[in-house]
C-alpha cells in the first residue's frame, strides 16, 4: 500500500474529525468555565451555611471541572499522526482519558460526597444551623441555570450529528453525562436543604449528600465500564459489519468468507480484518489485483474502515471428484460457476525455474 494512496485516503476524515473536534472542544470549554464559577460559588456558599449537601456539590464541581482538562487533553492527544511504535495511530488516547475522567468522578466528587453525608449525621442536630441557608439556595440556583446551560449546549451539539448519538464521542458522552448528572445533583442538594431548613432535621440534607455520591458512583462506573470496552478493543457496528461481509460475499472471486473482524482504533479509525476463500485456479497477479480492487471499495464505500487486511486462501476441492469446488449454499454460485469455467480454459502459467537447465559436464 502506498503512502500517497494512504493519505488521500485519511485526509478527508481527518477533516472531518477535526471539525467534530472543534465543536467537542468548544462544548466542553463551555462546560470548563461553567464548573470553575459554580464550584467556587458552592465552596463560598457551603461554607458560610456549613452545608454538607452544598460542600458535597461543590466536590462535584470541581471533579467536573479536572474531568473537563483530562477531556482537552484527549481531544489534543489522540490527533497525533501513526509512528514507528503506534502504526494505527493514538486514537484510543481518548478513550484512556475518558476512563481517567471516570475514575475522577468516583474519587473526588463520590467519596467527598459520601463522606460529607456521614459526618452530617455523626453531628448532633442542635449542633447545625440554617441561618445561611437562603444563600446556599440562591448560590444553588445560579448553578442550576449555569449547568443547565452546559446541558443544552452539549445535546444541541448531539443533535447536530446524526446517527451518532452519544455512543461514539466519549468526549462528548462524559459532558452530558456530568452535566445531567450536575443538574440531578443540584436539585437534589436543594430539596435536601429546603427540608433541613423546614423540619430542622440534618437527615434530610446527609441523605441528599449520600444520594449525590451514589448518583456518582453509577455514572463513573458507566462511564467507565465503555472505557474499557472501548480500550480492551470493541468491534464496529453490526451494521456495518455486515454490510462489509454482503459486499465480501457477492465478490465471484470470492467463494466464502471464512471470518471477517473489525475493531474501533478511534473516533474515525476501524480496522477490517477478512479472511476468504478464493476459487480455485486464479494466478498470482489475478489474486493480488482483486484484492487490492476490494480493499480500494471497502475503504471509498466506508472511509472510516481505513485499515483493511485480507487473508486470500484457495478454496477447498473434492479431490476425489476432479478438482471440482465442494459446492455450498451460496445463492450466487451461477456467476461462479462461469468464472471457474473460464480459468479451466486458460493456459496454466508454468513455473518458473532458477538456475542452469542442464548439468554442466566436466
Known sequence: MSDSSQNERTDPAANAESGSDRKTRITILVALAANLLIAAAKAVGGLVAASPALLSEAAHSVADSLNEV?????????RRPADRRHPFGYGKERYFWSLLAAVGIFVLGAGFSFFQGV????????????SGYAAGLIVLGVALAAEGSSLVRALWQVRKQPGQGLGKDPALRTVVAEDSTA???????????????????????????????????????????????????EAAEPELREEIREFLGSQSEIDRVAALLTMRLGME???????????PGLDSERVELVSERIKMHIRKTWPEADQVFLDVTEAPTDEAATGE???GEDPREEPRQELRQE???????????FGPTEPSGR
Do not use: C, N, W
Open 183 to 233: 443538574v440531578v445533583g443540584v436539585l437534589v442538594a436543594m430539596a435536601g436543604m429546603a427540608l433541613h431548613m423546614v423540619t430542622g432535621q440534618v437527615a434530610y440534607e446527609a441523605a441528599a449528600s449520600l444520594t449525590i455520591g451514589l448518583l456518582l458512583v453509577y455514572v463513573a462506573y458507566r462511564l467507565g465500564s465503555d472505557a474499557r470496552a472501548q480500550l480492551i478493543g
Open 325 to 327: 469446488l465442494v459446492p
Open 269 to 279: 479509525s476501524i480496522l477490517v480484518a477478512a479472511r476468504v476463500d478464493l476459487m
Open 119 to 130: 459526618e452530617a449525621l455523626r453531628k448532633p442536630s442542635a449542633e447545625e444551623s440554617t
Open 343 to 353: 480459468l479451466r480454459e486458460q493456459p496454466r502459467e508454468q513455473p518458473k525455474r
Open 70 to 78: 483530562f477531556l482537552l487533553a484527549a481531544l489534543r492527544r489522540s
